[in-house]
């Protein structure tokens, strides 16, 4: 008797499903275990980690406030995904949009009124959209991989907003902090439910669900992202220019991710700092594959994960751990539903004798 | 320029491309056999942290070199499992890990931030260490002859051993090789297994010998650049080789600029965002000719296989 894979006739639609769910289960084991082997009770672990940061209105809100930026870039990602489209550079592209958002922010003035915050949403989605579009050009015009270009430009956007902050941007009151001064209430989004920080990013990322839902289902270039996706023969066949997928997919990625960048300068922060990004550019890869690339499945995907980021922060104070094992999480997270994912298109079976030896051997 | 400064340059060179040549190397393997991993920069994290505590503990740098490549294979082993036997996508697995690896490091490497290792004693080769500047290369640390013997292994084993041709072969067509009887995903495993290691004894050598510290953005990118390296050689281990130490020269601008006498006001940002762009540069140069790629790249990769499935 040997455990064999077989590929199932058509790819599981509730595997499709189930699986994210198994990712998450299993993740959650992993966490008890991991608690365990800390030396510490894991059931207080998983209870600061999963269930203390949203026990209050409070909590919710933040919980929801951190899933903002997650459910912006991992929609923007999506659609790039689904055509094989690789921006891993998220994270470099919630950089320049939050630099370009402050940048209006600091020479903002007073009597702008409701522009001002308008004004940086539009110069974070142009900033993340001009870092994307480095990507994009290498890769229609030279065919450098989109991949590591893209990783490259975090880097440099990391070193870029660094410079920014030490140099030119310095708040001179701020006692040689590298931070910008804080931003006017005037810069600042408005809170959506008072005694939170919960701000109008959230409506506007629901919004972006909304509209991904509709480019994809509804549009050409949607369908053609969809086909590429499929069978890339496909769609060469059917004559679709990859440039144009390409430059959609990357386009659209760095303005969600910088509009994501702008919303937690104008949001939480207040100001421009170093660690403006949180690593959110990247923990949203994770969400957009958890999420199936599909808007039901990332606004899910968002709340979990965000889940991790205040779990992570629990555990920091209430544990005495590190705030980095909600990283040790996501990347678990990605690790089972990736292994999950195997069983939507193969299933194991038994099999008995020599005849068929395991298919992967 | 002195002869000092030319010589000190001349180290400090060699001991910032060697991180990437161990990495980039290892990845070249992996390549070769057809499978795509893009974790080195989580493999190299964790090499680097595991290596960091090893030596921290045990006092040797030797236990901390053996324990980075102990934990870069082990992180591999994990990437094979996905990529290899479950025949995962290799670009999604690659970055778990990567995203996964630099979690884990910086999760260990919390009670170590900051930490230094006394540095550890350079090894002088009798005769070329005294050769005049150039005799910078033979007074340095052993890992890096450790990456010159690893270089000529590599060679001899790809293009002078029939082990390396059936490696290359599963690299160009798994299903051929697997027709004639090769076994495609063992063989897949023991050059992946043998990337990773790689990749951790690269993350040892910057938290062990070359630093020696441990923090949290210790590798910040080179992972990355050491994945970019091997496009950049066209899959060719004698211009990784290269690569690694013109991007090692990059690497360490700013004692150039230093050892220059320019007095120039350049941000230091400037300075430490040099390598991430000539990266840029570098790949744009290479791949703008496809059909070289395509000439050298192995033709599966990256592509997931299940022999006789």
């Known amino acids: 008797m040997a455990l064999s894979f077989e590929a199932r006739a058509e790819p599981s639609t509730a595997m499709r499903w189930a699986s994210p769910l198994v990712a998450a289960a299993l993740t959650a084991i992993g966490g008890l275990l991991v608690f365990a082997a800390l030396g510490r009770d894991p059931f207080d672990g998983f209870r600061a980690f999963f269930v203390n940061p949203v026990r209050d209105l409070y909590g919710l809100a933040e919980l929801l406030l951190k899933a903002t930026p997650l459910m912006l870039i991992a929609v923007g990602l999506a659609p790039g995904f689904r055509a094989n489209v690789w921006n891993i550079g998220a994270e470099g592209q919630f950089i320049a949009g939050a630099v370009a958002a402050s940048g209006v922010a600091l020479h903002a003035d007073a009597a702008w009124g409701v522009a001002t915050p308008v004004a940086m949403a539009l110069a974070g989605a142009a900033g993340g959209a001009a870092w994307a579009a480095i990507p994009a050009w290498l890769r229609t015009r030279f065919h450098a991989s989109e991949i590591l270009v893209s990783l490259m430009l975090v880097y440099i956007a990391q070193f870029g907003v660094s410079w920014l902050v030490h140099g030119p941007w310095k708040d001179p009151e701020g006692f040689n902090f590298p931070q910008t001064r804080m931003f006017a209430d005037a810069a600042l989004l408005p809170i959506l439910a008072p005694g939170t920080r919960l701000n109008a990013a959230f409506a506007l990322a629901l919004a972006a669900l909304v509209a991904a839902y509709v480019l994809m289902q509804r549009s050409f270039i949607g369908f053609q992202m969809r086909v590429a996706g499929e069978s890339a023969a496909a769609a060469r066949y059917a004559g679709f220019a990859e440039p144009r997928r390409f430059w959609f997919a990357l386009l659209v990625g760095g303005a969600a991710a910088g509009v994501a960048g702008m919303a937690e300068v104008a949001g939480p922060m207040g100001q421009l700092t170093e660690h403006v990004s949180n690593n959110y550019g990247f923990a949203a890869i994770i969400v957009a594959f958890v999420g199936r690339l599909q808007p039901i499945g990332i606004l899910l995907a968002s709340l979990l994960m965000a889940l991790l980021y205040l779990g992570g922060e629990q555990a920091q104070q209430v544990l005495g751990l590190p705030s980095s094992i909600a990283k040790v999480f996501q990347g678990m997270l990605l690790f089972f539903l990736l292994g999950a994912d195997v069983f939507v298109g193969y299933r194991l079976r038994w099999t008995r004798g020599v005849a068929a030896a395991p298919a992967a051997r | ?309």
């Open chain 2, 1 to 309: 320029m002195s002869e000092t400064i030319l010589a000190s340059i001349l180290a400090a060179t060699l001991a910032a491309g060697t991180p990437l040549a161990l990495a980039a190397l290892g990845e070249l393997v992996t390549e070769k056999s057809g499978v795509l991993n893009l974790g080195t920069e989580g493999t190299m994290a964790v090499g680097a942290i595991a290596g960091f505590a090893a030596a921290w503990h045990s006092g040797s740098t030797v236990v901390g070199a053996l324990a980075g490549i102990a934990a870069g294979a082990a992180m591999a082993l994990l990437f094979a499992f996905l990529a290899l036997t479950l025949a995962a996508n290799q670009v999604a697995s690659g970055l778990a890990l990567s995203i996964f690896g630099v979690g884990l490091a910086a999760f260990a490497g919390r009670r170590y931030e900051s930490a230094t290792l006394p540095v550890a004693a350079r090894l002088r080769i009798p005769g070329l260490a005294d050769l005049p500047a150039a005799g910078a290369l033979f007074d340095a640390q052993w890992p890096v002859y450790a990456s010159w013997l690893a270089y000529a292994a590599i060679v001899a084993f790809l293009y002078r051993s029939r082990a390396g041709l059936a490696l290359r072969a599963i690299g160009e067509s798994p299903q051929a090789a697997h027709a004639i009887g090769y076994p495609v995903i063992r063989i897949r495993y023991a050059a992946t297994l043998f990337g990773g290691a790689m990749a951790g004894f690269a993350g040892s050598f910057l938290s062990v010998f070359h630093t020696p510290l441990w923090s949290e953005g210790l590798v910040s990118g080179r992972g990355w650049i050491a994945l970019a390296l091997v496009v950049f050689a066209t899959w060719r281990p004698a211009r990784v080789l290269v690569g690694a130490y013109l991007f090692g020269g990059v690497m360490i601008a700013q004692l150039f600029v230093q050892g220059s006498g320019w007095r120039v006001e350049v941000p230091s940002q400037l300075l430490s965002a040099l390598p991430y762009a000539a990266t840029i540069v570098v790949l744009v140069a290479i791949s703008r000719n496809p059909a070289a790629i395509r000439l050298h790249s192995p033709a599966s990769l990256g592509k997931p296989c299940r022999p006789g499935a």
